[in-house]
């Protein structure tokens, strides 16, 4: 695993234990909201993979109930990229 993922927080994990663990698969989330956090996709599908995700966050543009749209950037499938927010 790249050293410098091994820094990051991963998103959704509790603040005390919020780094990457050994053995998992992790994304970048770069730009919005989320940026600089570590998506967990250790078990995900090729094709969900391929899709990305709306990743639930209060800080985006819609507040509580709002998502951030990230997807896979082209040629770099360890960073994902900020696609804007949905609620």
């Known amino acids: 695993m790249d050293e410098e ?28 909201p989320l940026d600089g956090l570590l998506l967990d996709v250790t078990g995900w599908s090729t094709d969900q993979l391929a899709v990305g995700a709306a990743l639930p966050t209060e800080i985006g543009a ?18 994902w990229d900020w696609g804007g927010d949905t609620r």
């Open 5 to 32: 993922l091994l820094r990051g927080r991963v998103y959704g994990a509790d603040h005390e234990d919020s780094g990457p663990r050994t053995g998992r698969v992790y994304r970048e989330l770069v730009a919005g």
């Open 62 to 79: 819609h507040g509580p109930g709002g998502r951030a749209r990230y997807g896979p950037r082209p040629g770099d499938a360890a960073r």
